[in-house]
């Protein structure tokens, strides 16, 4: 209530300050008063403005930081399972090398014994 009167002081004052320029008068201190305070007025209106503006912007940029730390972690997950998926592919790969490999090994080793074996007969049957 006290800042509606004293806006509409303020006003009434201006309009007769801003008379007496347009009329070329010379201001008085008082004048100059009143057109400081409707100065500081509107600066103080652009201020607020400016206030609900960056606001504003926060806001949008929160917004947009949440969806984007989202997106963030849904890529994150989604290359993780795949970093996953493929490691136990190549786990089961290197098992299923790791059994052929011992399967090559065990038939190499029963050749050689084999042939050991042969080799023994043959070595008592010259000697």
């Known amino acids: ?3 509606s009167i004293a806006a509409s002081v ?17 201001l008085s201190t008082e004048d ?6 409707g100065l500081f007025r509107e600066i103080r ?6 206030n609900k503006r960056i606001d504003a912007l926060y806001e949008m940029m929160s917004r947009n930081y949440e969806v984007l730390n ?3 972690n849904e890529v ?13 592919r190549l786990v089961e790969k290197i098992d299923e090398t ?3 490999i011992d399967a090559i090994n065990d038939s190499l080793s029963k050749r050689i014994d084999a042939l050991y074996d042969l080799t023994g007969k043959n070595y008592e049957a010259v000697g």
């Not at 100059?32 to 305070?37: F, H, K, N």
């Open 10 to 26: 303020i006003d009434k004052a201006l309009e007769a300050v801003l008379r007496k320029v347009g009329e070329g008068k010379k």
């Open 70 to 72: 989202s997106r963030i």
């Open 45 to 50: 209106k652009d201020v607020t403005e400016t």
């Open 98 to 100: 790791n059994k052929r």
């Open 76 to 88: 994150n997950d989604s290359l993780i399972k795949k970093i996953d998926e493929i490691n136990n």
């Open 1 to 3: 209530m006290v800042e």
């Open 32 to 37: 100059l008063v009143v057109l400081m305070l």
